[in-house]
């Protein structure tokens, strides 16, 4: 398991019976966690000096419950700052758990000794999107959501990096992707963190299991004669890190690099154990 053990302002406090406790900066939240199905005693302080619980509703869904926690705060991972606000759907912001992959990344395009493009795409609040940018490279942030990408802007510019080489857009992935390769335009380094379902900007649906692999193959053709890397996530069950490897392995193949793939997690304060949190593919011109 690849574990993303170097923050310094987040933490997996302890989990137990669906949730898990976290520390993010000052501040202590609750949130369900399908992977935590075991019942621990909950032994830890911070059960009980919670700033806010999501609790999930078993109709779909859920809400926050507030004991102290304000609308918007920040946290830091080294050189990058993010803003955090609760919304729907239990989350923050972040995936603290990415820290693994920012890591690697960085290492990857500062060591490369030539310009890097990248291409994010589904990239969210841009946590990828800064640590590329923080490592040199010229970066295409792509995700659907009009406010996500307004997020991310605003979490460069808490970085330092609102003149860093960013371009922002909003548009469905897949179609992005398409109009890229008529453009004849190519990156050396792919990222793509896929959710399990949702809707691009004018209603397109996507699902998962039938369109990962089809854009992983059409992503592969926006890949220059000299690639530096492929990064794939995925929290959906079913596509274990061994399926992520074959796709890649299988769509890179004329390039003759190495795919590895791992579970990501968290490391556990109560137990000294790693909480899984999904699963990554990384492929990498060797």
């Given at each position: 398991?690849?574990?993303?053990?170097?923050?310094?302002?987040?933490?997996?406090?302890?989990?137990?019976?669906?949730?898990?406790?976290?520390?993010?900066?000052?501040?202590?939240?609750?949130?369900?966690?399908?992977?935590?199905?075991?019942?621990?005693?909950?032994?830890?302080?911070?059960w009980d000096k919670r700033n806010a619980h999501y609790h999930r509703s078993k109709k779909g869904g859920g809400e926050w419950e507030f004991f102290g926690l304000p609308q918007q705060w920040n946290i830091h991972y080294n050189s990058l700052t993010f803003r955090l606000k609760p919304f729907s759907f239990k989350h923050t912001g972040i995936f603290p758990e990415q820290a693994v992959n920012w890591d690697w990344m960085i290492e990857k395009i500062s060591t490369?000794?030539?310009?890097?493009?990248?291409?994010?795409?589904?990239?969210?609040?841009?946590?990828?999107?800064?640590?590329?940018?923080?490592?040199?490279?010229?970066?295409?942030?792509?995700?659907?959501?009009?406010?996500?990408?307004?997020?991310?802007?605003?979490?460069?510019?808490?970085?330092?990096?609102?003149?860093?080489?960013?371009?922002?857009?909003?548009?469905?992935?897949?179609?992005?992707?398409?109009?890229?390769?008529?453009?004849?335009?190519?990156?050396?380094?792919?990222?793509?963190?896929?959710?399990?379902?949702?809707?691009?900007?004018?209603?397109?649906?996507?699902?998962?299991?039938?369109?990962?692999?089809?854009?992983?193959?059409?992503?592969?053709?926006?890949?220059?004669?000299?690639?530096?890397?492929?990064?794939?996530?995925?929290?959906?069950?079913?596509?274990?890190?061994?399926?992520?490897?074959?796709?890649?392995?299988?769509?890179?193949?004329?390039?003759?690099?190495?795919?590895?793939?791992?579970?990501?997690?968290?490391?556990?304060?109560?137990?000294?154990?790693?909480?899984?949190?999904?699963?990554?593919?990384?492929?990498?011109?060797?």
């Open positions: 398991m690849w574990i993303a053990d170097n923050w310094k302002e987040y933490e997996v406090l302890d989990c137990s019976s669906g949730e898990k406790l976290e520390r993010w900066g000052k501040y202590i939240l609750v949130r369900p966690d399908p992977q935590v199905i075991w019942n621990t005693p909950k032994k830890h302080e911070g490369a000794n030539r310009p890097i493009k990248v291409l994010n795409l589904f990239a969210y609040t841009g946590g990828a999107t800064l640590a590329a940018a923080s490592a040199g490279a010229s970066v295409t942030h792509v995700d659907a959501s009009k406010g996500m990408v307004s997020w991310a802007s605003e979490n460069a510019a808490a970085s330092g990096l609102s003149e860093a080489p960013i371009r922002w857009i909003v548009d469905d992935c897949m179609k992005f992707a398409e109009r890229e390769i008529r453009r004849g335009n190519q990156y050396e380094a792919i990222i793509m963190d896929p959710p399990s379902y949702g809707r691009g900007p004018k209603g397109e649906t996507w699902k998962i299991e039938d369109a990962i692999h089809p854009l992983i193959r059409l992503c592969a053709r926006l890949l220059s004669r000299r690639p530096l890397f492929f990064l794939v996530n995925s929290y959906t069950t079913g596509l274990q890190p061994a399926v992520l490897s074959y796709m890649l392995g299988t769509e890179l193949r004329q390039f003759r690099g190495h795919v590895e793939a791992q579970e990501i997690g968290l490391p556990v304060a109560s137990s000294g154990l790693a909480l899984p949190c999904g699963a990554s593919a990384r492929w990498e011109k060797r």
